[in-house]
């Protein structure tokens, strides 16, 4: 029986090799963990496996144990899943001076107190919210263009926790991303974006608004699907 450890955790897993060339991973209802591997898998790319699908096993073990996923506050430890970008990236909480910093495969926290799930999460949504402002702006430039084009007149960017959508434009010209858009791939944030630029000229979902947004993003729809799909 091996396992490892996500966040406060630990998850355990028997591994069963066969003649087969890929590795997978089932969860079953009593919550073990098998492992079917290759002949020829190592003891290294087994665990490397497992620790990238923590996040998924814990998730179907949860299910087996009738926890819905709504009653689950995440955890701010080391192991938890984070994303950026699109992209799947592991908090790693290191003891020291208050400081976030993205490192390879990592978003490694430095706090005093690691058990302080409070101040880490804190400091990780400030990191969120000061490279939404970047990422956003940045992308929001290659707007321009459009926005002259369309004589189109920007009031403010603001980046606010919105509950249930991305994103929302005002009369006044004040265009609200949600700051967990940062999560999503950066074709999804130019989607929700150029979405609401769109409503700048109209403020409804016409057939003039549907044409513009179809003029300047005509993959909107195939991204709203994939921004509907991802789980931030």
């Known amino acids: 029986m091996k396992s490892i450890s996500y966040g406060t955790t630990t998850i355990a897993y028997k591994v069963e090799y066969k003649e087969r060339k890929t590795l997978a991973i089932e969860v079953h209802p009593d919550s073990s ?30 299910f087996f144990h009738g926890k819905p996923e709504a009653t689950v506050k995440p955890e701010w430890v080391s192991g938890t899943a984070i994303k950026y970008l ?6 790693k909480v290191i003891a020291g001076e208050p400081d976030v910093k993205l490192s390879g495969k990592y978003l490694k926290v430095h706090v005093k107190d690691k058990t302080d799930e409070s101040k880490i999460s804190g400091l990780v949504n400030t990191w969120y919210l ?10 929001l430039q290659l707007l321009q263009p459009m926005m002259e084009h369309e004589k189109l007149q920007l009031n403010s960017l603001m980046i606010r926790k919105l509950n249930k959508r991305w994103g929302s434009c005002t009369k006044k010209g004040n265009i609200v991303i949600n700051a967990d858009l940062i999560k999503a791939p950066v074709h999804c944030i ?3 974006l150029t979405h609401e630029v769109c409503h700048l000229k109209y403020h409804n979902h016409g057939s003039q608004f549907w044409a513009l947004l179809n003029k300047y993003c005509p993959d909107w729809s195939k991204l709203k699907d994939r921004l509907d799909n991802f789980n931030v």
């Not at 898998?41 to 490397?48: D, L, N, Y």
């Open 86 to 91: 699109g992209r799947q990236y592991r908090l």
């Open 190 to 192: 130019d989607y929700v």
């Open 33 to 62: 963990v098998w492992v079917k591997a290759p002949i020829a898998a190592t003891h290294e790319e087994i665990q490397s496996r497992v620790e990238r699908r923590a996040p998924w096993i814990a998730k179907q073990q949860r």
């Open 130 to 139: 000061k490279h939404a402002r970047i990422k956003f702006e940045e992308r």
